[in-house]
């Protein structure tokens, strides 16, 4: 990457930027070094002059990842232009190379540039008037996080298909499987099936690098392959026992109870080649102090079962679901952002905390939400404008019924986010994994 060099390594200051060093640049023939002061902006830019490589938005980086921290610039010039030179941020101005016939180019580095919107000013020949004026974006990234939850022990193969497909149809995407440890306990499901599902999980691990994390509906037969006694009631869905466990809530289990089922499913985990997962939603969203504590036992680093239960309304009058998310996730909407919890109140962010990272599933899943509905809550986490620190969405679904309707709503709202990827210089998202997110909101 480029700077400049004169008869030797030169240092400078320039108003936001740590330089690269630029080599073969300096005075042109006839023409003197580039003014330190940025020339007058052009009523419009010159269209004799083409610029090409520069981006709009360029991120800035952290953790999980990497800063857009390269400017290439490339300028097609009239014929006869002795020299180009550039004016970043307010910055002293700096020659590009001579690369060719009428073609100037040189990488200038972002990475000490603060968030913010920035102009850059073009100018030939000495001339006190650029030729152009473009502005780029510094920004923090906006987290997409897609997730998909599954509820029952096996899956519909086309519900396969149509991952697979979004994951053809979006190549930046990352998908959170919150894959159930009853895969591996249910008596109903033969080992060929099994097999199956673990080696499409794993494939998708390895080829998208896609997170397999835990989600757990307290089944009766991995209630008891853990050692523990399996609870019938409350159930969020019938008004008596769940003979079955699914929809009795995680809740009806202490942290002792809770950590031990945790350790469980890990060890089936590993055991089927999936290794230890790191992250973790409740069924029914049902999470309380007391399993985050357990999750905090067991080695888990991001959880994301606060639920944005104003979207949930479809289960309004069936069950107790809405109501019990209603009453402990109150606070929980579109905008909700990951927070460590209390250890005395899972709502509130304080110290002294627990060292698990609540993600807030504030996008819910596409089981409650449109396509217009997603769109909408992507907007309010970003209005357009540059990001000063990162921010988080989370979508999703269940695999269980997936069905061809809601790929279509999902596939849509990604092809709306799709517009905005920093991996093409068109905005700050990027696609990440749950576990991912406590590398980015770190525990003070």
Request: a negative charge; proline letters at 6%.
């Amino acid at each position: 990457m480029h700077r400049l060099l004169v008869t030797g390594l030169l240092a400078f200051a320039l108003t936001g930027l740590s330089p690269f060093a630029l080599t073969g640049c300096g005075g042109s023939d006839g023409i003197g070094d580039p003014s330190e002061t940025p020339p007058d902006a052009p009523a419009n830019n010159d269209p004799s002059f083409t610029i090409a490589n520069v981006n709009g938005w360029y991120l800035i980086g952290d953790d999980v990842t990497p800063g857009q921290n390269a400017l290439e610039v490339e300028v097609t010039t009239p014929a006869g232009t002795e020299a180009v030179d550039i004016w970043i941020a307010g910055g002293i101005g700096e020659r590009l190379d001579s690369t060719g016939a009428n073609t100037f180019a040189a990488t200038f580095d972002l990475s000490d540039l603060a968030a913010g919107e920035h102009e850059l000013l073009f100018a030939a020949d000495g001339s006190t008037t650029a030729f152009a004026r473009m502005t780029i974006k510094r920004s923090a990234p906006y987290y997409v996080i897609v997730t998909t939850d599954w509820d029952d022990a096996d899956t519909i193969d086309d519900a396969l298909g149509f991952q697979d497909d979004l994951h053809d149809e979006h190549p930046h995407l990352k998908l959170t499987h919150f894959v159930g440890p009853y895969t591996f306990t249910d008596p109903t499901l033969t080992t060929q099936r099994v097999t199956l599902l673990t080696d499409w999980l794993k494939g998708h691990r390895d080829t998208y690098d896609d997170e397999i994390g835990l989600h757990i509906h307290p089944y009766c037969h991995f209630v008891e392959y853990a050692g523990e006694t399996c609870i019938d009631r409350p159930s969020f869905a019938n008004p008596v026992a769940d003979n079955s466990g699914y929809s009795v809530p995680v809740w009806v289990y202490d942290e002792t109870q809770f950590t031990t089922l945790l350790n469980a499913a890990d060890d089936l985990f590993v055991e089927n080649g999936l290794g230890k997962p790191t992250s973790f939603r409740a069924g029914g969203w049902s999470l309380v102090l007391a399993t985050m504590k357990a999750l905090e036992n067991a080695g888990y680093v991001a959880d994301t079962s606060a639920n944005n239960w104003a979207r949930l309304e479809e289960w309004k009058g069936s069950g107790s679901l809405y109501q019990w998310n209603k009453d402990n996730w109150g606070p929980i909407n579109d905008t909700s952002q990951p927070y460590y919890p209390s250890r005395d109140d899972i709502l509130v962010a304080s110290e002294p905390s627990i060292n698990v990272l609540e993600v807030p599933d504030n996008g819910i899943l596409v089981d409650y939400v449109t396509t217009d509905e997603m769109v909408e809550i992507f907007g309010a986490n970003w209005d357009g404008s540059v990001l000063s620190g990162p921010v988080q969405l989370s979508i999703g679904y269940h695999p269980s019924n997936f069905t061809e309707d809601r790929y279509i709503r999902m596939t849509d709202t990604m092809t709306h986010i799709d517009q905005f990827l920093a991996a093409t210089g068109d905005g700050p998202v990027v696609y990440a994994t749950l576990s991912d997110m406590a590398k980015v909101w770190k525990r003070n």
